[in-house]
């Protein structure tokens, strides 16, 4: 019965996303990503791509494909492999509130 809830309760946590998230926790949280990804989400150097003003279903979408494989990209995954779902909600919530 338990085992059974469980996806359910996983989905039912997706689907709160944008209203759950706390902006102020994932800037927080983003600050080790600004050295590549910039400091307002806008990366200086053209091969990180900018963060600021992407939606953030897409982006934490990005973050759990970096961390379970299914987007290969080493750095990445090694920058979101201590992230709970929470975190990346939250900083995703936080650069979708950035200016483009
Ligand atoms: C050392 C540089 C570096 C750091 C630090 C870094 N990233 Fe990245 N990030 C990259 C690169 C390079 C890519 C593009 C990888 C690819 O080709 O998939 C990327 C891609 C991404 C993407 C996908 C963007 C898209 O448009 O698909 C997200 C989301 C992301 N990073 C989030 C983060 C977060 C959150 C952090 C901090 C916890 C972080 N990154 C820290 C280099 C970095």
Do not use: F, W
């Not at 600004?34 to 990005?62: E, F, K, R, S, W």
């Amino acid at each position: 019965m338990t085992r059974k809830l469980i996806p359910v309760l996983a989905l039912a946590s997706l689907a709160g996303i944008a209203n759950a998230a706390d902006i102020a926790a994932g800037k927080a949280k983003a600050a080790a990503c600004a050295g590549c990804h910039g400091a307002d989400g806008i990366a200086a150097n053209p091969a990180y791509p900018n963060l600021a003003g992407q939606h953030a279903q897409y982006l934490v979408a990005a973050m759990q494909a970096y961390k379970t494989g299914a987007r290969n990209h080493a750095v990445m995954k090694a920058m979101v492999g201590s992230l709970s779902d929470e975190d990346m909600e939250n900083i995703a919530a936080y650069y979708e509130s950035l200016k483009k």
